[in-house]
């Protein structure tokens, strides 16, 4: 691989990996999906000291899907749900079994997989020039990667058929007006905002954070009694962490309390 599509580095216990191949507004190759993989498996290495998570992209978009290029021709008759299988579930399935939040900074448009990718997220902000297209019936597809399982979660029923159905593009601020995504920020304040947010979140109880991450995937499905039991099962396994210690001893010597993610 000559020019690397994935761009990986930490610092201050944030990974941040960046979509890297911005003249074609970093649609995904298959070469990519394998580079985000490795850079995923660097994340989850013992002792990387990794504890947040912020994925983005480079250049003027987040990421457009698929990149159609590949699927030109012939290739158009691939077996897309061989692609699906063995490329995306993985990708989406990772990012929400990831044991520490995932915050996107959607930097430009977020199309096709490239938009269902975002909403895999765990936090999600945008840029206001940023806007996101369920692209996919626009070429004769449904959208995937997720998108119809988070959409009508996310934004309701009615709006989620719309937009799938339209291919409509709609604004960040749409987005954050319909609860697609936590917040828009001004461009130029897009990547200082997302890496004081995920520094943050690097310094919280990480093994709180991650059970409170798995608690709202597993509530999409799960009834009252259900998601009763996995609170009581996760709070238990919380009440034996040194985060859980330190908060309470932090709170009755009133001073800020230093958790190490244990
Ligand atoms: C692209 C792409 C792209 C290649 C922009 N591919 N080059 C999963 C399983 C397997 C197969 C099928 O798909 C999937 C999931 C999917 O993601 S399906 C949906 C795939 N994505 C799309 O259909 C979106 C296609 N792109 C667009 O509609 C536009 O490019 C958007 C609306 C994203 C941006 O429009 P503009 O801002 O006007 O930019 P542009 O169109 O001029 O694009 C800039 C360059 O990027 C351009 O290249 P060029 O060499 O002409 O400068 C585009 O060809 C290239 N590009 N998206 N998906």
Redesign the pocket.
Known sequence: MSEQSILYDSADAVARITLNRP???N??TADMHGELRAALAKVTAAGSGIRCVLLTGAG??FC????????RGDASL?D?GQ??DT??NPLIRALRALDMPVICAVN??A????A?LALAADIVLAARSASF?Q??A??G?MP??GGTYFLPRLIGDARARALAMLAE?ISAEQAASWGLIWKVVDDDKLMDDATALAKHLATQPTKALAAIKHAFNASQDNTLDQQLDLERDRQRALGQSNDYREGVAAFFEKRPPNFTGS
């Open positions: 003249d074609k507004l649609a995904f003027r978009g457009a899907g698929q990149d159609l290029s590949q699927r691939a897309l692609t699906l490329l995306y430009g448009i199309a096709g997989a490239g269902n297209l692209a996919f626009k070429i597809l995937d990667s593009r």
